[in-house]
């Protein structure tokens, strides 16, 4: 296996160093192989110019995707997804609140699952209100789409092949969500597993803004559609190359 690092990044000059060099020391502290696809999505600031500077830095380790315009977070993701080399990846923020070491420390664990869904156990580090619409989106999306998990938007550490089977892509922060359940839904084996969160040191989250607010509502209900309308009449098989299919189907009994 090797790891593909996705960074989706808008306007992140206060953040986005140290988050690539965190995700640098993981790589050196855990032993993994691995490559960084930093997404630039439009930034206005000097974002581009620091991520030049460490494409320098690391030319083989680093490269870098480029938005003419902001074009959400998902689509970053996807179109990291779209452009990394490794068979596994990962999603960490470009603004640093979350430790790469506390997702990539379960990596050898894809040997065994198709991805790790990580749960936040110090969620005292956010501000009561954000953790106040956290707990209701969760109980929200644990009851229509009865999924047993502590925490429903966390950054997986998935197989590229798996996501891949992924249709209806959700554009903006929804995305993280609608992997989880669509990849749940259809049987792919996973791992839930602790994190820990980082204080945000600087800039806010956008995931709080009106407007992100009213793209996961059309997400939501989106998402209802596929998983009960949808994926119903033309269900989704597993996928070859998946570890679930190696061991529902193919591994020896005893």
């Known amino acids: ?6 960074i989706p990044a808008l306007n992140e000059e206060k ?3 140290a988050t690539v060099d965190n995700v640098l020391n993981a790589f050196k ?11 630039n999505d439009g930034s206005t600031d000097k974002t581009g110019l620091l991520i030049e ?15 003419q315009f902001p074009q959400g977070v998902g689509v970053s993701f996807w179109d ?8 596994i990846v990962a999603m960490i923020p470009g603004d640093n609140e979350n430790n790469p070491q506390e997702i990539l420390r379960y990596y050898w ?34 009851i ?9 938007n966390g950054t997986i550490l998935a197989r590229k092949s798996v996501l891949n089977s992924i249709s209806h892509r959700s554009k903006g922060f929804f995305f993280q969500t609608e992997c989880l359940v669509k990849l749940i839904k259809r ?13 945000r040191r600087e800039g806010f989250s956008k995931a709080l803004k009106f407007k992100s607010f009213l793209k996961v509502l059309g997400d939501y209900f989106n998402l209802l559609f596929d998983v009960y309308i949808e994926e119903r009449i033309k269900p989704k098989r597993i996928i070859k190359e998946s570890i679930t299919y190696q061991r529902r189907y193919k591994e020896n009994v005893l």
């Not at 855990?30 to 960084?36: T, W």
């Not at 500077?53 to 938005?67: E, L, N, R, S, Y």
């Not at 229509?144 to 429903?152: E, K």
Request: avoid cysteine; charge should be positive; charged fraction near 20%.
């Open 1 to 6: 296996m090797n790891l593909s690092i996705i």
């Open 15 to 17: 953040n986005i160093e």
């Open 29 to 39: 502290e855990l032993q993994i192989a691995g490559e960084i696809v930093i997404v």
């Open 53 to 67: 500077k460490k494409i320098f830095q690391f030319p083989k380790i680093i490269k870098m995707i480029f938005h």
């Open 80 to 87: 990291g997804v779209e452009n990394a080399t490794g068979d």
């Open 109 to 142: 664990l894809m040997d065994h699952v198709d991805f790790v869904a990580p749960f936040i156990f110090n969620k005292e580090v956010r501000p009561v209100f954000r953790r106040f619409l956290s707990s209701l989106y969760h109980f929200i999306i644990r």
């Open 144 to 152: 229509s789409f009865s999924i047993n998990l502590n925490y429903v």
């Open 187 to 199: 049987g792919y084996l996973f791992a839930e597993v602790p994190s820990k969160l980082n204080i």
